[in-house]
T-cell receptor, first 122, second 108 residues
Framework: QVQLQESGPGLVKPSETLSLTCAVSGDSISSGYYWTWIRQPAGKGLEWIGSIHHRGNTYYNPSLRSRVTFSLDTSKNQFSLQLSSVTAADTAVYYC???????FGSGSLDYWGQGTLVTVSS | EIVLTQSPGTLSLSPGERATLSCRASQIVSSSYLAWYQQKPGQAPRLLIYGASSRATGIPDRFSGSGSGTDFTLTISRLEPEDFAVYYCQQYGSSPQTFGQGTKVEIK
């Protein structure tokens, strides 16, 4: 059974960098999937942040592109998100998820982490 | 980017009734790369439907999806108590992937 688990600070100061990690079990991050970040402000909808593939392909939401960095650690089977210059508008629950390549024919975002709340406040 | 508009915002129904949720895209969704998710309070979304009409693993057959192009529908044939939740559509055919704003299905 594939499981994803987010971890990182729950509180980040404005203008600093938000850093989250997603640990994957039951699958290898080198297995061909895209590893994805999504966020959801309290009481609001879902926003796709972007994704990374083990071959180095990355995709970003243009609205966040200038502030986002993705990375993979194959030795620990985990992937990470860094979001720089955060403001209160970046306060949200952050989810990591697995996204199959389209040629798998098996859809999108099939496994999700439980989510982690990150609050931006001084 | 493709904007997805879901309607209605809230659907008030009783258990056993049929729910019909709509998702309209601002542009054609390529290859019907349209998915539906269910989200309950405090939980991550769960994939229900992908490819507009294919049920994800373990999803009951009371959930069905249809549509193509710019108009898509999620139907729940007979609502069970556990189906009261928020439902999101998502297009994953073009980048950035985008979600609709959600439809809340509440108990009448």
């Amino acid at each position: 059974q594939v499981q994803l688990q987010e971890s990182g600070p729950g509180l980040v100061k404005p203008s600093e960098t938000l850093s989250l990690t997603c640990a994957v079990s039951g699958d290898s991050i080198s297995s061909g999937y895209y590893w994805t970040w999504i966020r959801q402000p309290a009481g609001k909808g879902l926003e796709w942040i972007g994704s990374i593939h083990h071959r180095g392909n990355t995709y970003y939401n243009p609205s966040l592109r200038s502030r986002v960095t993705f990375s993979l650690d194959t030795s620990k089977n985990q992937f990470s998100l860094q979001l720089s210059s955060v403001t209160a508008a970046d306060t949200a629950v952050y989810y990591c998820a697995r996204d199959p390549p389209r040629h798998f024919g098996s859809g999108s975002l099939d496994y999700w982490g439980q989510g982690t709340l990150v609050t931006v406040s001084s | 980017e493709i904007v997805l508009t879901q309607s209605p915002g809230t659907l008030s129904l009783s258990p056993g009734e049929r729910a019909t949720l709509s998702c309209r895209a601002s542009q054609i969704v390529s290859s019907s790369y349209l998915a539906w998710y269910q989200q309950k309070p405090g939980q991550a979304p769960r994939l229900l439907i992908y490819g507009a009409s294919s049920r994800a693993t373990g999803i009951p057959d009371r959930f069905s999806g249809s549509g193509s192009g710019t108009d898509f529908t999620l139907t729940i044939s007979r609502l069970e108590p556990e189906d009261f939740a928020v439902y999101y559509c998502q297009q994953y055919g073009s980048s950035p992937q985008t979600f609709g704003q959600g439809t809340k299905v509440e108990i009448k």
